[in-house]
């Protein structure tokens, strides 16, 4: 029904920056909520930030202002930019979203991409 597909990821030096895309298609009327999660080696996933049509912004305390998210509904594109990497934001990076598929139906669905490989060498 619906496709989340990333992009952008890759291997920086540490201090560098990447931007990652994340592009839906497929049954989508409203993308309510989408957002980047990342999983560490060994560890667990974890929220990095999400954007909602209605309240904006939120991002997880320790990035410490370094990333920003934005999205373009027109384009049903979500973007990361991320500055001043570390090497501690190694990991794979997920898309998720929230999505209303249909305009009668006020149900969401929640949907992950298969993850871009991103890597801050020290």
């Known amino acids: 029904q619906v496709q989340l597909v990333e992009s952008g990821g890759g291997l920086v030096e540490a201090g560098g920056s990447l931007r990652l895309s994340c592009a839906a298609s497929g049954l989508i009327f409203r993308i309510n909520t989408i957002g980047w999660y990342r999983q560490a080696p060994g560890k667990q996933r974890e929220l990095v930030a999400t954007i909602t049509d209605s309240t904006g912004e939120n991002y997880a305390d320790s990035l410490e202002g370094r990333f920003t998210i934005s999205r373009d509904d027109a384009k049903k594109t979500a973007y990361l930019q991320m500055n001043s990497l570390k090497p501690e934001d190694t990991g794979v990076y997920y898309c998720?979203?929230?999505?209303?598929?249909?305009?009668?139906?006020?149900?969401?669905?929640?949907?992950w991409g298969q993850g871009t490989q991103v890597t801050v060498s020290s």
């Open positions: 998720n979203a929230e999505i209303r598929n249909y305009q009668w139906s006020a149900a969401a669905n929640n949907y």
